[in-house]
């Protein structure tokens, strides 16, 4: 069955018209699927029947519940969606107070390898389509609650970046979800041929993964980095308008937002000389870092710092012109906190009873 999740306007008018229906109904499936998210097509009880059924033959809505939860001490709640093609992938809800974020992925997986993410650990199985990934929002329980979304999940966004596109389209189109592209911000290690493209793209926030200011240093950490320097990748921000507050109005041309993740190591990347050479890299981004214990994954000799040299780091960037923050960790007792996640058991278990 083909999924009607993520289909645009004018493809839903397409559809209709193939069915030998008026271009209206196009509009009404629209309003069926992205306002008042329907689990099947027979509840768009404003198509005609024959329709439905004719629909039904070929498509369906593409929705399917999380298969599985675990919920923190701290009230995250990390979900396992099966995808279109069997696989499986995680799913984080993280309420804080009056606002409450979803971690959606975009891969079962990840290329990237970076030493530090379990994600990286089980190896790159398959990219998400888009009803893969707006299944995540459209099939989360707490949906109505959401305020914020990050592509901070499974997979590199921009080794998947036409469904991460089409995806953010689907979300704050005024046909679909209707948000504002201020509320989602999509995170990449950098990759070359997505990285301008995303920009020139889409209207969301960017969060650039940094992990560490020489060359060097984040190729020992980042693969990627070997492909696209840290330089390069910054060359390129710095010819786009970003605002790092909320602009003061709806028209500023500023609307988007750009940070950088900053995963501090003990005796790797947590030392003021590297904090001067986050400053000198950043200097002229109207920007901000984020900085984020590491959690540690098995198998590794990478191990945390103290909170008193992470808020020594926060200052004196901060001091020094470079807008800090210290991410608080959430979900890591459920294996859900930055650099957790994986479903590598679940993958493994399915091959294995498909043998």
């Avoid at 229906?21 to 069926?32: E, R």
């Avoid at 396992?80 to 992938?89: E, K, M, S, Y």
Wanted: net charge neutral.
């Amino acid at each position: 069955m083909t999924p009607l999740l993520g289909l645009t306007l004018d493809e839903l008018k397409n559809l209709a018209a193939e069915y030998g229906l008026p271009s209206f109904v196009g509009k009404q499936m629209a309003d069926w699927l992205y306002s008042k998210c329907v689990t099947s097509i027979d509840e768009m009880a404003n198509v005609s029947k024959v329709a439905r059924e004719k629909l039904s033959e070929s498509y369906s809505v593409g929705a399917s519940a999380p298969v599985m939860s675990q919920k923190s001490v701290d009230g995250t709640i990390k979900y396992l969606f099966r995808t279109q093609r069997g696989d499986f992938v995680e799913t984080v809800y993280i309420p804080d107070g009056d606002r409450a974020t979803l971690c959606v992925s975009c891969q079962v997986g990840c290329k990237m390898g970076c030493a530090f993410c379990m994600t990286g650990r089980q190896g790159y199985v398959a990219s998400l389509s888009v009803a893969d990934i707006l299944n995540q929002f459209y099939a989360l329980p707490e949906r109505e609650t959401l305020t914020n979304i990050v592509f901070m999940g499974q997979g590199e966004p921009f080794d998947n970046l036409d469904n991460v596109i089409r995806a953010t389209e689907v979300l704050t189109a005024s046909w679909g979800f209707g948000w504002s592209p201020k509320r989602i911000t999509v995170s990449s290690v950098g990759l070359r041929q997505g990285l301008r493209r995303f920009l020139d793209e889409s209207r969301c926030n960017v969060a650039i993964s940094l992990h560490h200011p020489y060359p060097a240093g984040r190729a020992r950490l980042m693969p990627a980095e070997r492909a696209f320097s840290i330089t390069e990748v910054v060359d390129v921000l710095k010819q786009y308008d970003f605002c790092r507050k909320r602009p003061l109005s709806s028209d500023s041309p500023k609307q988007r937002r750009l940070s950088f993740e900053y995963i501090v190591f003990e005796g790797i990347n947590d030392s003021m000389a590297h904090a001067q050479a986050i400053v000198d890299l950043l200097q002229g981004l109207d920007c901000r870092v984020n900085l984020i214990r590491f959690h540690h994954i098995p198998e590794t000799n990478l191990r945390g710092v103290s909170e008193k040299q992470m808020l020594q780091l926060r200052d004196y960037l901060t001091s020094h012109g470079v807008f800090a923050t210290i991410r608080a960790s959430r979900g890591e007792d459920i294996m859900a906190a930055c650099g957790l996640l994986s479903t590598a058991e679940q993958e493994k278990e399915k091959h294995t009873s498909s043998q």
